[in-house]
């Protein structure tokens, strides 16, 4: 069972979930994704024998979410979460989507603490400026229009993207947890997050992916990103892949069962 944890960052109230660990092992920090909490790694940690710290993100949850763009650059944000951890402890950085954008940022800042990364359909930036300069324009709308709609609205419409609709395979518990979650996030919360680090936003980093062990998921419903892992993989160095049968985007809880326990092979493997 996760616990809720605070902490002061920049001057105000930061919140976590948090699971139970040893103190002197590495910790896994997890990042979610776009509209969801750190509550949504509940799920997962039963299969994680380390402690998991699980920020809600800027913008997200009980955090605070910031009326001001500039608030969610995403670099602001990795400093931000990688204050979760302390200065010594090792550190694998867990990631799912915009939380494995974050991730690859946050990567630097812990330089020889990192140990390694779990990153769960992330793409590293988009490349062309034609496309990137049509996705901004499109997550401005979208923004635009949580704020004048609201999150009963934008709920609605979130479930039925096509990225996002496998998500009705997640089991009832798990879903229903989420969606409590979503229901209870903050327009401004939202639009600020799309504007200030959604996918268009943030500067492409294929040629700064991190060298260090990393274990790339991707669901088999979810071609796009797989066909993204699939060529991050064969750029990275110590990368291996993980593509998971009849899952989607969210692969870690639409098969909890198989990507749990590949985590935390993945970790005794790197720990040795």
Known sequence: ??????????????????????????????????????????????????????????????????????????????????????????????????????????????????????????????????ERTERIARDAALAAQIEQNGIGWFTEYWSKTPLISTQKNIPKTIRDSMME????????????????MGQGAVNPIWNNLPHEDTLLITGELDTAYTDIADRMCAVMPNATRMVVENAGHCTHLEDVETVGPAIQNFINRVIG
Request: hydrophobic share 35%.
């Open 181 to 196: 979650s979503r229901e209870s996030q903050r327009t401004h919360g939202l639009s600020g997050s799309l504007r200030g």
């Open 1 to 130: 069972m996760m616990k809720r944890k605070t902490q002061n960052i920049g001057g105000e109230i930061h919140h976590a979930s948090v699971s139970e660990g040893p103190s002197d092992r590495p910790v896994v920090l997890a990042l979610h994704g776009f509209s969801g909490a750190g509550s949504d790694f509940e799920a997962i940690t039963s299969h994680i024998d380390l402690e998991v710290v699980a920020p809600d993100i800027l913008g997200h949850g009980d955090s605070p979410a910031p009326r001001s763009r500039e608030s969610y650059r995403i670099d602001t944000v990795a400093h931000q979460v990688v204050t979760w951890t302390d200065d010594e402890r090792p550190v694998f950085l867990l990631g799912y989507s915009m939380g494995g954008r974050i991730a690859l940022r946050a990567a630097p800042l812990l330089q020889n603490r990192l140990m390694g990364l779990i990153l769960i359909s992330v793409n590293p930036g988009i490349e062309d400026t034609t």
